[in-house]
């Protein structure tokens, strides 16, 4: 995945886990909100996979992306928005059928 920020740590092969892990997360975003979706429209389940993206892409310490790369990820994103995001959040639900 190219245009991500850079992850940081002393280590490089942790950074280089990390990056592998985060690729993995960012795509299991996209797949289990789009398996949750069912018959919500397309444009609304992609705002809301950018949104939840966006959240996890806002930590660059590799060690987090180790750290959460087995765990729950809707936990996790909810854990991390912060008073904007649940606003956002709420729109999108109000759009939902």
């Known amino acids: 995945m190219t245009g991500l920020p850079q992850l940081t740590d002393r280590n ?3 950074i280089r886990l990390a990056e ?3 690729a993995v997360m960012l795509d299991r975003i996209a797949t289990e909100i789009t ?3 069912g018959d919500q429209p397309a444009e609304l389940v992609a705002e809301l996979i ?4 966006e959240v996890a892409l806002r930590h660059t310490d590799a060690g987090w992306w180790l750290n959460n790369s087995s765990r729950h990820l809707g936990r996790i994103i909810a854990r991390e928005m912060t008073d904007e995001d ?3 959040l709420a729109q999108l639900g109000s759009r939902r059928r």
């Open 35 to 37: 398996a949750t979706a």
């Open 12 to 14: 490089p092969d942790v």
């Open 86 to 88: 649940r606003a956002r």
């Open 20 to 22: 592998n892990d985060r």
């Open 50 to 53: 950018s949104m939840y993206r």
